[in-house]
């Protein structure tokens, strides 16, 4: 009894291991037909770049305007070249016609003298007659308004005889007499000083022109030119490149003093353009 049972329980193991194996080497080759590239060939992965995580990459280069550079030292301003051509035409004018110096003579007459000395080189040289103090009455103008009415006269001179080649407002300081005079020579000699309008759109171009007539005129007797000042004003010289405002001598400067120096302004006018 005991033997047939384990012959019938050899032959049903004989008989389930005939039947699963068929089925396992069937459920294998269908495995092997599935196609696992299937997950990855249908899922849309975007490339990362690498380099966004590098701080160095990410550094934003911008376009630095170059920086303006302000010349508030004279020395640092190359004197220009002598002008070289046929005759040149000066305008002279005096906003303040009636400043005058210690025996009354005013700036007008100085400016007139200043006219001959230039004349005798070769210049052209028209001085302005208009009565600056009538016309300010007329329009009912302060003694602070004159240069609106010299802005007038230079537009009106500038269109009657078709420009200029330099235009020169003649003025006196009012400093102290030990301030206002140099001794060289055998003579005393009226200071003088250049100011510029540091609000004009002109004032490279005036500047350059100061410091060449400073240069010229210090050679000649050194020190009767100031150090030139530059004030927030225009002073009109926002009109034309070739203004220049002069100041020639003070309220306490005697006549014969700004005679000699007018002298040698010219003789510097004279270099600076020849």
């Given at each position: ?176 007499r030990n301030s206002a005079f140099i001794e060289a020579n055998g003579k005393s000699y009226a200071k003088m000083m250049i100011v510029l309008g540091g609000l004009s759109d002109h004032f490279l171009e005036i500047q350059k022109k100061a410091v060449t007539l400073l240069d010229k005129t210090n050679a000649q007797v050194h020190g009767i030119m100031k150090n030139i000042l530059v004030r927030e004003a ?41």
């Amino acid at each position: 009894m005991k033997t047939s049972l384990k012959i019938f329980l050899k032959f049903c193991l004989l008989a389930f291991l005939l039947f699963i194996t068929p089925l396992s080497l069937s459920i294998q080759a269908a495995f092997s037909q599935v196609n696992f590239n299937f997950f990855t060939q249908n899922q849309k992965i975007n490339p990362i770049d690498i380099s966004t995580f590098n701080v160095m990459d990410m550094v934003k280069k911008e376009n630095i305007p170059p920086r303006e550079v302000d010349i508030d030292k004279q020395d640092d301003v190359e004197p220009i070249d002598p002008v070289i051509g046929p005759s040149k035409s000066i305008y002279l004018y005096s906003t303040h016609q009636k400043e005058n110096y210690k025996d009354k003579n005013t700036v007008l007459e100085a400016s007139h003298l200043l006219a001959e000395f230039l004349r005798q080189k070769g210049f052209e040289v028209i001085v302005e007659e208009r009565d600056f103090t009538s016309e300010l009455n007329a329009l009912n103008l302060n003694y602070n308004q004159s240069y609106r009415i010299s802005r007038n006269a230079i537009n009106d001179a500038m269109v009657k005889h078709g420009g200029f080649d330099l235009l020169i407002d003649f003025h006196r300081d009012s400093i102290p007499r030990n301030s206002a005079f140099i001794e060289a020579n055998g003579k005393s000699y009226a200071k003088m000083m250049i100011v510029l309008g540091g609000l004009s759109d002109h004032f490279l171009e005036i500047q350059k022109k100061a410091v060449t007539l400073l240069d010229k005129t210090n050679a000649q007797v050194h020190g009767i030119m100031k150090n030139i000042l530059v004030r927030e004003a225009y002073y009109n010289q926002d009109i034309h490149e070739n203004m220049l405002l002069i100041e020639v001598g003070g309220d306490e400067s005697m006549y014969e003093e700004v005679t000699n120096s007018v002298e040698i302004l010219a003789n510097a006018i004279d270099e600076m353009m020849r």
